[in-house]
């Protein structure tokens, strides 16, 4: 099965510091996400990566960065945290090949973040 | 990518049927439908996905409209663990990194009760 590891399940910093949520997929998938999810907003997407040190800006980038230095690991860096990100953040994986037909994301469990 | 409307939330007793509809009038032709879910505290998990014809897996039975306008996801045997937000996504099927990615809406709450 594919297994798709967030580094943290919870998370609490404090306004201002960098914070650094990490993602590792095992199926050497080549797409990568990452979703942030508010209660009423649904699932967003953030920012992705088609491949190693690509990256693409999603729906809701301002306010973080990605790093994708190896294929099955994706970074979501927050530079100065506020309080307006805190949320559940969701990381993805896809097949490019069949991600084209199939549609199919593997989650992880999800981090959530509280930034007081 | 096509906007979806789904209800936001729907009951469904043990055992029964649950019958989840999705409207996409807005769809055009090479656009796919899919279907997700998502348990509390877990993250979206894939269930079925189709173009034109009706598709069934061992999750679910995928019921799109003639005119592609509307579908329905199809629960056969409800059980208590299938209470879940459940999404329906359109999305074009192409080749390309930025197409390759999904936009979730709110999705349906299905509470399944025994």
Redesign the interface.
């Known amino acids: 099965d594919v297994k798709v590891t967030q580094s943290s399940r919870y998370l609490v910093k404090r306004t201002g510091e960098k914070v650094f949520l990490e993602c590792v997929q095992d199926m050497d998938h080549e797409n990568m996400f990452w979703y942030r999810q508010d209660p009423g907003l649904g699932l967003r997407l953030i920012y992705f990566s088609y491949d190693v040190k690509m990256k693409e800006k999603g729906d809701i980038p301002e306010g973080y960065s990605v790093s994708r230095e190896k294929k099955e690991r994706f970074s979501l860096i927050l530079e100065s945290a506020s309080t307006n990100q805190t949320s559940m953040y969701l990381c993805a994986s896809s097949l490019f090949v069949l991600a084209v037909y199939t549609g199919e994301l593997f989650f992880g469990e999800g981090s959530r973040l509280t930034v007081l | 990518d096509a906007k979806t409307t789904q209800p936001t939330s729907m009951d469904c007793a043990e055992g029964r049927a649950a019958n989840l509809p999705c409207n996409h009038s807005t769809i055009s032709g090479n656009e ?1 439908v ?1 279907w ?1 879910r998502q348990i509390h ?6 269930i079925i ?1 189709g173009l034109k014809n009706n598709e069934t897996n061992e999750m679910a039975s995928l019921i799109i409209t003639e005119d592609r306008k509307s579908s329905t996801l199809i629960l056969p045997h409800a059980t208590l663990r299938d209470t879940a937000v459940y ?1 329906c ?1 359109v ?1 074009v ?3 390309g ?2 197409t ?8 349906t709450l299905l509470a399944v009760q025994p």
């Open positions: 796919y899919y997700y505290s877990q993250g979206p998990q894939y996905h999404y996504i999305r099927g192409a080749l990194g930025a390759n990615k999904l936009i979730f809406g709110t999705g």
